[in-house]
Each structure stands twice: as C-alpha cells, then as structure tokens.
C-alpha cells in the first residue's frame, strides 16, 4: 500500500475516532447528572470543561508536530482520550470526573488538529479537497454512533458503552504504532518558528473567518432544536431528527467537495458554500412547513461544509514549512470564537428571545463574506 494511503486512512481512523467521542459524551450527559446528582448549573458547568480541555490540545499540536512529528503525538492522543473515557465511565468522584473530561478535551483537540494537519502534509495538490474528505469521516461519526448507542443501551448500562469506546482509542492508538508518518517539518533542532512571517494578514483573515465559522456552526448545533420548537413548527423529537439531516447535509457536500467536484475552484467552491448557508438560514426562517424548514437545515448543513477543509487548505498551501503551527493558530482563534459567541448568544436568548438566533447567524455569514473577499485578495 502507497505510504500516503496508508497515512491517509490513519488519519481517518482519528477523525472519525473524534467525531464518535464528542457525541457519545454527550449521550451520557444525563446518566452523570443522575450519578453525581447535578443540578443544570452543574452540568453546565461540568461539560463547560471539556472546550477548555479541545482549546489545550488545539495549542499543544501545531508546535509539537513541527518540532517531533505526528506518530507519538498521536498515540499520546489516543491514551489521554482512553483515560479520560474510562474516568468517565468508572469515576466515583466528582473533582476526578471533572479532570477525566478535561484530558478526554486535551486528547480531542490533538487528534482533530494533528490529521488535519497530516493530510495537509501529505496532499500535494487539492488539499481542500483532500481535507474535505477527512472531514466526512467527522460526520459518519457523528451520525453513527447514536444507532450503535440505540442498540447498545438496552443490553449494557450507558457508562459501560462509554468505557467501549475508551477501548477503540486505544486500539487507534496501537493501530498508529505502525504506520509511518511524515518526517517532522523542523528537521534540525536549532531551527525555530519564525513568528513574525508566520502570522500575517492572510493567516489572520482566514483564523477570523474560521472564529465565526466555529462558532456558526456551534449556534446552529444548540440553538436550532429550540428555535424550532418555539416557533411550532415542529416537536422536539422532529427537530432533533431534522437537526442530524442538517449533518447529513454537510458529510454530503464535503464528499461532493474531494470526489465530483475535486477539480472545481476552492473559492467557486467557497461562494458556493456561502450562497446554501444564507438560503439555508433563509428558508429556516421563512419557511412555514417542516418540508421547508428541514431542507433550509440540510442547505445549511451543505453551506458549512466546506469552511474548514477549503480554509486549512490555504494555510496547508501558503504555510506549508510550518502548517502544524499555522493549523494551531486557526483552530485556536475558531475554538475562541466558539465558546465566546455561543456565550453571547445564551445571553442573547435570555434577554430577548430564540428567534434572534436567525439575525446573529446573518450577520455571521456577513462577516464571513467580508472576510473571504479579503482572503482572496491575499491569495491572488
């Protein structure tokens, strides 16, 4: 098997090893409030960790890979999340429990930031599309695991299926032993980042469009159900059910992106993704049946697709000697931009009402229309 194959299908492996875990944390939400008898403040609390834990890691993995390579930080990824699961599953003690979720966190964030960064590397050309691919790996996580949580739930308590899933990391982790990965991108130790041609105006442009990006994402995520409930168009049951479309949409326009549509321009591509995520929005908003409303959730599934792979695709291109740190720089302004306007966004909806959740997402897509024309201009 051709080495870049083999690397490519580990990074998959991580992804979609990502993707699985995020979602099966959330599934047992409600089992350790009843377990640690937590109140919402204190689950809100308790889960608030787990950003801080993905912020963590989002830093750590850029410089390491540069310096040391990707393999050891990637095993190392996979026993922080093995820990942090099984703490999860077994702890009694609520501070431990608190500390498990943040290293699962820490964990995550390497693994989501280093096979990025790994299939930047190896991709020669259309690494847009290349990432876009690794990103659907994202979503069949995401989607899958709550039909294997469904059948799983009634033969085993839901704690034990988290403490399973700890196993499969670890099993990535033993599968990454023995797959040889790229050579460091800093091959001498004297050799240091060169911080002031590093952040420029393009990495920065890109790092803010990504910041709403993150965080537009998130909203639609957490706020979408509610939104749809209180405007009565649908149930809860409903609006969850159309919500995992909206993912579905999004896994289909980022396979479209590295398969059919591999040879399209990234910014037609971009403009493209931009156009379904305000129709989107629009028809979430206009729309006065669930037909509508749910096709407005997949269009603006489809609409985000494609911001994180295109946009990691020119930093992997224009950075290319030090895209680990480049990479870690982005996600880190992105993870900001998540917690912070998600944070707004609940004050938002307290103050003033769900239905404000449309005019901040306008106003997001406006944002990240701006500053594409801006990435543009630098990459020309």
Known sequence: MNNNISVFIAACAGMLLFGISLITLGSVATNLQSKFWLDGVGSGTLFSILPFGILTGSLIFGPVCDRYGYKLLLITACISMFIGFEGIAYTESHRLLKLCIFIFGVGGGIINGTTNTVVSHISENNKGADLSLLGVFFGIGALGIPLVLGMLWGITKPLDVVAIIGWLTLLVGLFYIFIKFPAPKLKQQSESVKWKTLINSLLLFIAFFLFFQSS?????????????????????????????????????????????????????????????????????????????????????????????????????????????????????????????????????????????????????????????????????
């Not at 326009?253 to 989107?280: D, E, N, P």
């Not at 290319?320 to 609940?346: D, E, K, P």
């Not at 944002?367 to 990435?375: D, G, K, P, S, T």
């Open 216 to 380: 537009l994402e998130a909203l639609m995520n957490n706020w979408a159900t509610t939104y749809l409930t209180t405007r009565g168009i649908m149930s809860n049951n409903e609006a969850l059910f159309a919500l995992s479309l909206h993912i579905v949409g999004m896994v289909i326009m980022r396979l479209l992106t590295g398969s059919v549509f591999r040879k399209v321009s990234q910014i037609k591509i971009m403009w493209i993704s931009l156009f379904f995520l305000a129709a989107g929005i629009a028809l979430i908003q206009f729309g006065e049946t669930k037909f509508v409303v749910t096709a407005g959730l997949i269009l603006s599934g489809a609409g985000l697709a494609g911001g994180f792979p295109l946009m990691l695709g020119f930093v992997g291109e224009r950075f290319s000697q030090l895209s680990g740190t480049a990479f870690s720089f982005v996600f880190v302004i992105a993870l900001i931009g998540n917690m912070l306007i998600n944070y707004l966004m609940g004050i938002i909806v307290h103050e003033y009402g769900v239905h404000n959740l449309i005019l901040v997402s306008y106003i997001e897509i406006s944002a990240m229309a701006i500053l594409f024309l801006f990435i543009i201009i630098k990459l020309k």
